[in-house]
């Protein structure tokens, strides 16, 4: 439908531009009141109304004469068609063509009359009843005294005896075209002045439509910014409001009456082909398929060159003027023009061809811009009056563009709506998804936590050091997966209306949050955590757990994207509510996001890889919680700058005095230390249990030390508890511990270096270290596993899930123990056939050439079996004074073997380290029958044990043949079969901070270092 009415629209439009100038150049005057041979009569009501005089008037070729002149004047008369030019009429070898018209109106009556000059060419002088009454420029036969001015005009006289006489000279210095081209309107005053009005009324409508509109489009660039189409439709409107006003009643004269013709000329080229420009760009930016670009910016860009051609001042249009006639002048930019408009209405064409609706619109405007331009190109080439229609035509386009961009509209307002509709179903099925997989996922994970803690705690069986780990780090991920799936949940149950416990809160809790946040940030981070808050704020209403969850999120976040620099935290009271800032100095955010941060799951893009982590639910839960408590949140941020948050918390109407309340709070504090058991203690307090463990406790907070000493004494622990850092590093490298507590709150530098300290001596199965929180945010499990600490808690402690937690940590340590020992015994049940094996066999070949020292050896093999077959003496764990024992047995029994054996003995009897079973016996065997049998010299071997700082250093030396560096590397990668080297190999990986090297060299022979750690 819409493209019937489109194309009839446009086709009726074209008819009309061609009758229009069919009457134009024909002209049919209804009313019979043509000039005949110089005369017209009006007597009929001329004052009322406007006829123009269009007919034949007196013509005097070649002369300028005044009325008198022509009464005095011989020559005769000839009668020529007005309007039309004079060409073939006039002489044209002379400079500047002349002639001089004269008509003669009769009137009904005596009165003022008057005339509308629409166009002469060129310069003209006008009598009435023998009176000068105007003229525009300077009619003369002479070109250096030539001048003229092309502008509509009003002239009025009184009639004498019912006649008034009309004498028009006219000069014009081009070879032709001259004369009066358009109708020349008469009627009374009054009537000339409304046909004058009108018509200014109608340009001064379409002039300011034309820049009501521009400017509304140019607003929506504004607001929209991208919007390059509604721009080039707002210059268009511009140049097409400026176009208008250098046309028809050229009102811009009104304003700058000092305009010369080629000025204005010139506004009026720039204006009209700047109108097609930015027309044309109008549609190729809507339909930007529609036309190759190099063929959009080749035409464009061609009708930009004729726009600097003619519309500045420059040689090439002086050059033009002064060489072609004025027809050639005209044609050229009606040219340019029109290729410009015939772009247009191709790209139209083209998106109707490929079935774009709305194009059909577009199609009525390009046809009435191709009526108004056509319009003016006839007016401009043929002189015909097209009338008003140019105005019409240019009506038309607008209305017809302003009614595709509200049909568009239209459109994209029902697609954002559809959109919408969707978009908020999506969401609540999306909220509603993510809560069902939460609540499915937390089953699994649970029982995933469940099973985790049943491994570690050894109640399937005891688990190797490497798959304890192994578990303790998945039960680490499934904690950090438990916390996402909360983060979803609580995203998704926030919209449907959480129970919150609205409270008196300090904001004293930003306190422990800034200092526990603070803990984990790293050193080569260099970012610090400044607290500018006083000890005077105030108590807000909210509830306690999720406002330190939303503070939690933005203090992290704040850490996330400060690469250096500082994080400031203030908190000041402004009416009855109190606002917490919280300022970094990190990357900032884009003016234009921060409305999007608050969204769930938006993250900034163009972040550091480094740092893109988390779900982007944080800032959301943090909005969402403090507006459920009646606060507010907002941010402020500048790129390369940092980021402020700004988080305001209603005040608790019951607190009047904040420095009153801080002093009872201080009171009671005092009061609650100085009473119950924390009075008269002393410190470091060490509590001798009955059982075997033993546990560190490192905590400034005397009351709660105390409580955790008691709990642990009372279930039989020995408890050794300190409440500063004085001593505790001594007692670490000097005392056997099981476990170790430590608060948050100690020095942080301190705590470090103890966990670093106790990492180098023991794995995180083996000596357990537990860190106290006063908050529950220091979530990142595998974090904390990674730097060695195996739990948090959090204060006040709650004393069964206390003891719960020790148990099940020392559980977890005692079947990793466990394990170790099963893992010995298993190589030791390996090794000991082995050795009596060949023991056996050397004491056999010996019997052969020596009873006397067969003897010997079985006297030594006894002193084997006394200290190794003895069932009770069976430890996968033994002292390094039982290994050497056994070592020393052997080497006797080869050296009464084998005489050209050499042993030498360097070892430090006070050294007490623990070495697994047959350790060495095998090293020292193996050196014996793969380095030594095999040379004619002396064989030699050398065993050293002595100190070497806070290591035992074993060395079994030899100078047999010696290995390649290949065959080195088998056996350190596991790939020989050698057992007699294997198995002390994989016995001592599993000492905790020991050391294996293996060193030899073909033909020199071989050495191995063993480093213990020598510890109590």
């Not at 009598?127 to 300077?138: D, I, K, Q, S, T």
């Not at 004491?843 to 006297?859: H, P």
């Not at 079973?917 to 064989?939: D, F, R, W």
Request: glycine fraction near 6%; hydrophobic fraction near 45%.
């Amino acid at each position: 439908m819409k493209t019937k009415w489109a194309i009839m629209i446009s086709v009726c439009m074209l008819a009309i531009t061609i009758t229009v100038f069919c009457l134009g150049l024909f002209p049919i005057d209804p009313s019979n009141m043509n000039v005949k041979k110089g005369v017209i009569d009006t007597t009929d009501g001329t004052s009322e109304r406007t006829v123009k005089l269009n007919g034949q008037w007196e013509f005097y070729a070649d002369e300028l004469l005044t009325p008198s002149q022509i009464e005095k004047t011989a020559s005769s008369p000839s009668l020529i068609q007005v309007p039309g030019s004079w060409e073939n009429q006039v002489n044209s070898e002379n400079d500047v063509e002349v002639g001089t018209y004269r008509v003669i109106v009769k009137v009904p009556k005596d009165e003022v009359y008057g005339i509308r000059i629409n166009s002469i060419r060129h310069a003209n002088k006008v009598f009435m009843n023998g009176v000068e009454v105007g003229g525009m420029g300077n009619p003369t036969t002479k070109l250096s005294d030539y001048s003229f001015m092309e502008r509509k005009f009003n002239t009025f006289a009184k009639s004498s005896n019912g006649e008034v006489e009309i004498v028009i000279q006219v000069a014009h210095r081009y070879k032709s075209n001259g004369g009066i081209v358009r109708p020349i309107v008469f009627g009374g005053a009054e009537a000339i002045g409304n046909y004058t009005a009108r018509a200014t009324i109608l340009d001064c409508a379409i002039i300011a439509g034309s820049f009501l509109v521009g400017l509304i489009f140019l607003l929506f660039t504004i607001i929209r910014r991208r919007a390059a189409a509604d721009l080039y439709f707002a210059l268009y409107c511009f140049a097409q409001g400026v176009s208008t006003a250098t046309q028809n009643e050229k009102l811009l004269l009104n304003y700058a009456p000092e305009m010369g013709n080629r000025l204005l000329w010139q506004w009026q080229y720039l204006s009209l082909h700047l109108a097609v420009i930015f027309l044309t760009l109008f549609f190729y930016q809507i339909y930007k398929d529609s036309v190759k670009k190099y063929v959009m910016w080749t035409i464009t860009g061609v009708v930009f060159i004729a726009t600097y051609i003619y519309s500045i001042e420059n040689p090439i249009v002086s050059w033009i003027y002064r060489e072609f006639p004025p027809i050639v002048v005209q044609i050229i930019p009606v040219i340019t023009i029109g290729s410009g408009l015939l772009l247009t209405l191709f790209i139209i064409v083209r998106a109707i061809i490929r079935d774009r609706q709305d194009a059909i619109i577009l199609l009525v405007s390009v046809v009435a811009f191709i009526c108004y331009a056509a319009s003016l190109g006839l007016e401009l080439l043929f002189e015909v009056d097209m009338k008003h229609w140019p105005k019409m035509a240019q009506l038309i386009l607008m209305i017809s563009i302003a009614y595709f961009i509200s049909y568009r509209n239209e459109k994209a307002n029902k697609q954002v709506n559809r959109l919408t509709q969707e978009l908020l179903l999506q969401n609540e099925i999306k909220d509603e998804l993510l809560v069902k997989i939460s609540q499915e996922m937390n089953k699994p994970l649970y029982e995933l936590l469940q099973s985790s803690k049943v491994l570690m705690d050894g109640n399937a069986g005891p688990l190797k050091t490497k798959q304890q780990e192994a578990v303790i780090s998945m039960g680490a991920g499934v904690k950090k997966l438990r916390r996402i799936v909360d983060d979803f949940l609580h995203a998704s149950k926030i919209k449907g209306h959480m129970q919150f416990a609205i409270t008196p809160t300090s904001l004293h809790l930003l306190n422990e949050l800034i200092y526990e946040v603070s803990f984990f940030i790293k050193e080569t981070d260099k970012v610090k955590i400044k607290n500018h808050i006083s000890s005077n704020i105030p108590i807000v209403m909210a509830d306690e757990k999720r406002l330190k969850q939303a503070l939690s999120n933005i203090l992290h976040n704040a850490v996330k994207y400060t690469e250096a620099g500082e994080i400031v935290v203030d908190v000041y009271e402004k009416g009855k509510f109190a606002y917490i800032t919280i300022k970094d100095t990190g990357i900032g955010i884009e003016k234009h996001r921060l409305h999007q941060v608050f969204h769930t799951f938006y993250q900034v893009p163009d972040v550091p890889q480094n740092r893109k982590n988390g779900l982007g639910v944080g800032l959301s839960i943090a909005q969402q919680y403090i507006k459920l408590m009646n606060g507010d949140i907002s941010i402020e941020s500048k790129v390369g700058e940092g980021t402020t948050v700004i988080i305001s918390i209603p005040i608790y109407e019951g607190y009047f005095v904040v420095k009153d309340a801080m002093e009872q709070s201080a009171a009671a504090m005092e009061s609650m230390q100085g009473s119950d058991f924390a009075a008269g203690t002393k410190f470091p307090v060490y509590v001798e249990g009955k059982k075997e463990e033993t546990v560190l406790i490192i905590d400034q907070d005397q009351n709660d030390l105390l409580k955790m000493t008691e709990a642990l004494a009372g279930n039989g622990y020995t408890v050794c508890a300190y409440n500063g850092v004085e001593g505790v590093q001594a007692l670490i490298s000097t005392k056997r511990l099981d476990l170790i507590i430590i608060d948050v709150y100690m020095p942080k530098d301190f705590i470090w270096n103890v966990i670093e300290e106790i990492r180098e001596l023991f794995q995180i199965t083996e000596l357990p270290i537990i860190l106290l929180s006063r908050t529950d945010r220091l979530d990142d499990v595998e974090m904390l596993y990674k730097k060695g600490i195996n739990a948090i808690m959090r204060k006040p402690i709650m004393k069964e899930e206390f003891i719960s937690h020790i148990e099940s940590l020392f559980a977890m340590k005692e079947a990793v123990e466990s394990s170790v020992k099963q893992e010995l015994m298993y190589y030791y049940a390996q090794i000991t056939p082995h050795f009596l094996y060949n023991t056996l066999n050397s004491i056999i070949g010996l019997s052969y050439e020596d009873v006397e020292k067969s003897r010997e050896a079985l006297e030594y093999l006894s002193i084997y079996f006394r200290a190794k077959l003895d069932f009770q003496k069976q430890q996968s764990i033994i002292s390094i004074e039982e290994e050497m024992e056994l070592v020393e047995a052997y080497l006797a029994i080869e050296q009464i073997r084998f005489k050209q054996l050499h042993v030498e003995l360097d070892i430090d009897e006070t050294i007490d380290c623990k070495i697994p079973s047959m350790t060495l016996q095998p090293l020292v065997e193996n050196a014996i029958h793969h380095g030594l049998v095999n040379k004619e010299h002396e064989a030699k071997i050398v065993i050293s044990i002595q100190r070497d700082g806070e290591y035992v250093r074993i060395v079994i030396e030899d100078n047999g043949v010696g290995m390649s560096n290949e065959q080195q590397q088998q056996l350190l990668e596991g790939q020989s079969k050698r057992l007699g080297f294997l198995n002390p190999f994989k016995k001592i990986t599993l000492m905790q901070n020991s050391k294996f090297e293996l060193n030899s060299t073909l033909g020199e022979g071989t050495q191995i270092v063993i480093m213990l750690r020598d510890r109590p």
